[in-house]
C-alpha cells in the first residue's frame, strides 16, 4: 500500500530507484508567495552528494535538481512543486551475487520477501540514494519556515563510533567533512575512518537536529504530536535504529524536580523537554538525535542465505559509505524541515485569529543545556 | 487540525478529556468475522487501571469499556468498533491554582499557547487518562493480530531510574505492579517508589514490547516503514521522550560487523535490527523501547509565569503518578498492536497473492540476545 | 479497509447501527472558541428525525445528541467532538425473511458479499438511521461556518416523482414536512404520498442546497477540487445516485456563450457555475442538487434470491420511508456544511495571509438564476 | 492545502502547468509484478492528445510519456511510478490580456482570489492539459484491473450540445473523433462543431463510462462508498458539472418497484443501480455518466472585470477546445480505473480470506438497459 508520502498540508511524495533514470518527487501543499529558485535547493544537495571526500562513497552524482511546476516568475504559486534529480553515475557492474544472496542486515532480505522481487541494481529503491529527493524538498521547506515564521534548522554530527565531540561551533560544522562542530576532534575522525575503511568495516553514528525561532502550538495531539510526527521522519531515514527529544534516554533516571523546565518572566530556565510538551511546541529550540546504525555493505565476509535458501557467504564490493551517519546530517534536517513546515500550516489552518492569554515566555535557555 | 487519528487501513480516533462525561475512540477498518467482546478488552484495561497499587494515582476508575457497534453476534462486521469508557471518579477539587498556574514541564503551557484556552480540569485532553481509550483499541487490535496471523504483543518495564532488572520471567511480569520481569528487583523498586513518594518528586522509566509470530513484509518505505510508525505511535504516548528499535543508540558505537544479523538456514543468529530492516519486518520478533520523563505534577515547589505573565510560584497536589511509566506498558503493547495490525492489513491489500521466491529464515535468534 | 471517515482538516468519523445501542461520530479538527452547546445540535436532528409526520418512517426516536468531549464551558476547545445518540426504538421483530432473503436493489446483497456477513437487523449499518450523526456533526459545521466566516446552508425539496415545486420561499420550506417551499404544490404532495403509501409503492426525490456568504477561494486543485468533494460528500447520502453543481447536466446543451458567467463590477450577471470555478469557490452562491432513488424496501413482491441463491419472492414489511428524499434535506445540508467547513480550515493553513490583487466580485446574481 | 492526490491505497499525486517543462505525476501503492511498459500507456495517452482532428485545439503534442521508476525488468516493483510528460509546443504567445482580464466562467478568476496570483501562461494548473498525467496513470489502473480481476473500463459520448446517439457500438467509438458509438451521427456532429466554430463559440457534452468485470464487495461504506468515490473522481474533472450512477437523475421519478434491480439465479433482471448499492458494487457494470460544460474559452466578447476590478470587455484568442468533452472520454475512463483500482486494493486488505455465505449472481442485465 502506498507509503512514500509524508505530511498532512505540506505533503511530499518521493520516488525513484538508486539505477533508475531519475529520483524526485513532489511536495503539494506549499503556500503560494514563497520565493524559490533551484539555487535555494541546491546547496543541500551538494552538502549531502557522495564522493566529497575519501570518507564517504566514490560514486560521482552532481544532484542537479530541477523544478518542474509550482514556481512562476520565482515565486511559488501555491500549487505542486515537482522536483526532478537525474542519475548520471549508474556505473555498470556484475549483480549477479548480491542479486542471488542477502546482505545481512540489508534490505535485500526484507524487500524481497515483500514484494517476491526487487530491483537490486545499487540496492532499488532501499538505497540512500533516495535520500537526495528529501534534501531537496527539505530545502522548499527551509524556504517556507524562513519566509513565514523567521525559524531556521541545523544539524551536526554529535557521535560517531566511540568519538563525541566536545564542542560546539557552527561555523565548524561546515568546514569539516563530517559535520562536526568540535574542528580538534576532526583528525581522530580522519584516522578512524581510514582505519575502518582499512578493516574493510562500518560504523554507526549518531546525529543532532535543531530548530530555532519556532513559534509555541504546533503539534496535533494526541497523535499527530509534534514529537510523536518528528519520530516518524526522523526514524524513516535509512539505517536510524533510534530517535529521541530533548533529554530523550537521559530522562529514565531523572527526577520531575530536574527534568522539568522552570520558567521565569525572562524565560525558560532549561530546555530538556527539546522544545516540545505535550506534544505541542513550547517556542524553545526543537532538538532531536537520530542514532544511525553501521551500514550492512561491508567488506567482511558474513554468513547468510542465497535465493534458494541455502547457506552461503557473501562479501559486499562496489562503492559503499563506511559510515552513512557521516552524511545524514542535511538528510535529517531536511526531514525535520519537513515535519515543522507541515505542522506550521497545519496549526494556522485550525487556529487562525486564535490569541493566548499570555505573551509567550522567551526561548531563553540554549538548546544545548 | 485534526491530528486524534492513526493507522491507515485500521484506523483509531480517540476523543475524551479527564473530567468530561467519559473517553473513547472509533476503531475503523477492523476485518469481519473476528471474535470480538468486551471481555476481551477488559483485561488490558484493567491493567493500565489506576489505583491497582500505592505506587499509582489513588483515583478510582473501574474503566469499564462499551462496544457500541461493529460486533453482531460476537464476531466483528468490518464496520467502525465504537468504544465507550464512562469518567466516574472525577473528584471535585479547586482547579484554581492549576487554571492560573503552568505546571513547568506540562503540558498546560502549550495548550494555552496553541489553542488560546484550555479544559484545565485534571490535565484535561492532556491527562494520561486518554490512554485508557488507546488500551482498548489495542486490544481489539491484538485479536486482530492473534487471528490474521497467530502474533502476540507484551511488554515489560526494562528500567526505572536507576534500577534496570537483570532479568526476564514472563510470568514475573505481570505478578507485580511494575511489570517488571525480574522478581529479584521489586523489593528495591517498592522501596525506591516509596522514598520518592516521600519526598514528593517523580521519576522516569524505559519500557520495553516486543511483538513475537509477525510475517515478514510488513511496513511501507520510504515513508510508512514499519519502524517509523512505530516510532510515531510510541513517542505519541504521553511523557515519552525516546524510542528505539532493536540496538536502538547502541548501534551508533557498533561496527557493521557486529551489528549485522547473519542469516543461516536454520535461522537468523542475532536480531540487533529489532525484526525491522529497510522499515520491513523480517519475522524476527519486533522489539522496540521507549523512554519516559518523570511526570512534571510533583509536590516540590517550582518556579512559573501565571496567566498574566507574571512570576509565580507552584506545588501541584492531588492524585499523580509518581512515575508514569509504571502503568505504561500496556499503553505501548496498545500501541504497537495498532501498528502491526495496521501494517499486516495495509500489505495484505498490495501483496495479496504476491509469493517470495523462498521460505522465510526462521527467527531463531531470541529476541533479548 | 477504513472508509468511515470524511474531510481532511475538519474530520468526522461515523459509527454505529440502527440497532445497536447507539450511534454517532467523532469530529476533529473544529477551531477553539467555537460557541457551541447540545441546543446548537437538536434542531436539525428534530427536522430529520422520523415518525413526525404520516409520510416517513414511523418508528419513534427522540434522536436526543449528547457532546461527550471537546466543549469547556461552552466554548470548543479544538480537541475532539464526540456525539452519541441512543437507540431507544429498537421494536423487537422477526428478521427471520430478511436474514435469509436480499431485498432487490437494497444493500443486503452487497454488503452480505464484501464481508460475508451483516448485521441484518433494521438495515444495520447501511440503515438511513445513521445519517442522524451526520445531521448532529453537520449542525457543528454550521457553527464553524457561521463563526468563522458567516456563511450560511440551507436546502429545500426541489422535486417528489412527477412534482416539481414552482416557487421557493423559505419561510415555507420549514412550514410542512415535505421541505417544499411552494405552499401550493404541498396539498398535491400530501395525496401522491398517501397513494404511494397504500399501493405500498416508493418514490425518488431531487433536493437542492444552498450556501451563502462564503469567500472566494475554497477548494483544493486539481483532485480535491470544491466541487468534487461536495460531489464525494452528497453521493455519500443513502439512496443518492447523481449530483449536479449549478447547471449541472443542463450545461451539456448550453452554449459557450450562455453558460459563462459574466462579471461586471457590480457582481456576477448569473450563476451557472453554482459558485465553484475550475474547483475554486467564486464568492457566489454554493449551489448543488442531488436524485436519490426510490426506497427499495416496498411491500409489492419482488423476484430475489435467498442464502442459497434460490429464487425465492420477497416483501418487506415493516416501518420504512416510502421517499427516503422527504427527509433527506437536514442530511444533504449537513454533509455540504462539512465539505465547506473542512474547506474553510484547509484554505485557511495554506494561504493565511495570501492578498489577492483585487477585491471580490459581489455575488449579485440569486442562486437560483 | 494540498489537494493534488487521489486514492487512498493506490495513491495518484499529479504535478504540471500547461506552459511549464513538464507535466506528470506519481503513483504509488502498485501491487508487484504487474506487466508494465511505457507501451501499455501511449495509446490512451494518444486517444486524449489535442491537434487529432480540426474539432480539437491545434496545439501539437505527442504526449510522450517516460516511467522514471517503480518498473524493473518489465515488472511492477510495488514502488512509486513515477510518469514524466514533457511540454514541447508551449507557442510563445501574447498573455498580456489574459493576464490582466479574467475570462467570465475560467478558473482565471478563482485561482487569483485563492492564490493572490497565478501562472496565466495558457491557463497554468487550471488548464486541461493536466489531464494527460491522470490518462497515463489511469492506464497503469487499467493494468491492475486487468491483472488482478480481469475488469475493462471504457466509455464514450453520449451527446454533444443537442445531439444524442441512438445506438452503441464499441467498434464505432473508437473510429470517429468523436468517441460516439452511432456512426449514423458523425456527420451531423462534424456538421455541428463546424459551424460552433465559425461562431466562435463552444459546447457542452455528455460521457458515459462503463466498467465490466468487478467483483462484488469493492466501496467502504459510509463515505468512502464506490459510488461517492467516483463521483469524487469524475467530478475532478475540468469543466465536469454533474456526475450519475446508473439510473442517476432519472430515478427521482422513478417508483422504487421500478427502480429495484430484481435478481434470479440466472442474474440480475436490470441495472438501474449502475452497479452500485449501499456504496458497495455488485459485479454488474459499473455504468457513469458526467456532464461537461462548454469551455469559457470563446471568441465571442464578454463583459468582465480587470485585476484593477474595472469593467473591461474580453475576447479569448488562441488555440482552445470548442468542446472539452470531446477529448474527455479517455480522461473519465483513467479517473474511473484509478478509483476501481484503488478500492480493488482497500478491499482486499481488510477482506482477504473473507468468504460470502452464496456465489455472486450473475450481471445478466446489460449495463445499457
Known amino acids: 500500500m502506498s ?23 513532489i511536495l503539494d501543499g506549499c503556500p503560494p508567495g514563497i520565493p524559490l529558485t533551484e539555487a535555494d535547493l541546491q546547496p543541500d544537495l551538494d552538502r549531502r ?29 501555491g500549487t505542486p512543486i515537482a522536483l526532478l534529480i537525474e ?8 549483480y549477479s551475487e548480491i542479486s542471488q544472496r542477502f546482505r545481512p542486515g540489508h534490505a535485500d532480505y526484507s524487500y524481497t520477501m515483500k514484494y517476491g522481487q526487487r530491483d537490486y541494481r545499487g540496492g532499488g529503491r532501499s538505497s540512500a540514494r533516495e535520500t537526495a529527493s528529501r534534501v531537496a524538498a527539505g530545502a522548499v521547506a527551509k524556504q517556507v519556515l524562513k519566509h513565514l515564521c523567521g525559524a531556521r534548522v541545523r544539524g551536526y554530527l554529535s557521535q560517531l563510533g566511540p568519538l563525541r565531540p ?5 561555523e565548524q560544522v561546515h568546514a569539516n567533512p563530517f559535520f562536526c562542530g568540535d574542528a580538534s576532534l576532526v583528525p581522530e575522525l580522519e584516522d578512524f575512518m581510514d582505519a575502518l575503511r582499512k578493516e574493510g568495516d562500518s560504523i554507526g553514528a549518531e546525529i543532532t537536529v535543531v ?18 510526527d518528528i519520530a516518524h521522519a526522523l526514524m524513516s531515514i535509512n539505517a536510524v535504529k533510534g530517535v529521541e527529544i530533548g533529554a530523550g ?11 522539568r523546565d522552570e520558567m521565569t518572566p ?12 505535550g506534544g505541542i511546541s513550547t517556542g524553545q529550540d526543537i532538538v532531536a538525535r537520530l542514532a544511525l546504525k553501521p551500514t550492512s555493505s561491508i567488506r567482511l565476509p558474513g554468513r547468510t542465505v542465497d535465493l534458494n535458501g541455502q547457506a552461503v557467504e557473501i562479501v559486499t ?22 515535519v515543522l513546515a507541515d505542522h506550521l500550516l497545519r496549526h494556522r489552518g485550525q487556529n487562525a485569529g486564535v490569541k493566548a492569554p499570555l505573551e509567550a515566555v522567551p526561548a531563553q535557555a540554549s538548546s544545548e543545556e
Open 266 to 277: 525572562a524565560g525558560f530556565l532549561s530546555n530538556h523537554a527539546g522544545g516540545v510538551i
Open 87 to 94: 542519475n548520471l553515475d549508474q556505473r555498470s557492474k556484475d
Open 317 to 338: 564490493k562496489g562503492r559503499h559509505d563506511p559510515c552513512v551517519g557521516i552524511r545524514a546530517t542535511p538528510i535529517a534536517e531536511a526531514m525535520l524541515a519537513l
Open 49 to 77: 552528494a557522495p564522493g566529497q571526500s575519501r570518507h564517504t562513497t566514490q560514486r560521482r552524482e552532481p544532484d542537479q535538481v530541477r523544478i518542474l511546476s509550482g514556481v512562476f516568475e520565482g515565486l511559488t504559486t
Open 211 to 228: 530548530a530555532e525561532g519556532l513559534p509555541p502550538g504546533l503539534g496535533e495531539p494526541v497523535f499527530d504530536r509534534l514529537d510523536a
Open 166 to 170: 566536545q564542542a560546539l561551533d557552527w
Open 249 to 259: 534516554f537521559a530522562s529514565v533516571s531523572q527526577k520531575g524536580s530536574a527534568h
Open 3 to 25: 507509503g512514500n508520502s509524508i505530511g498532512r498540508s505540506l505533503v511530499f511524495t518521493s520516488f525513484g530507484e538508486s539505477h533508475g533514470p531519475a529520483i524526485g518527487g
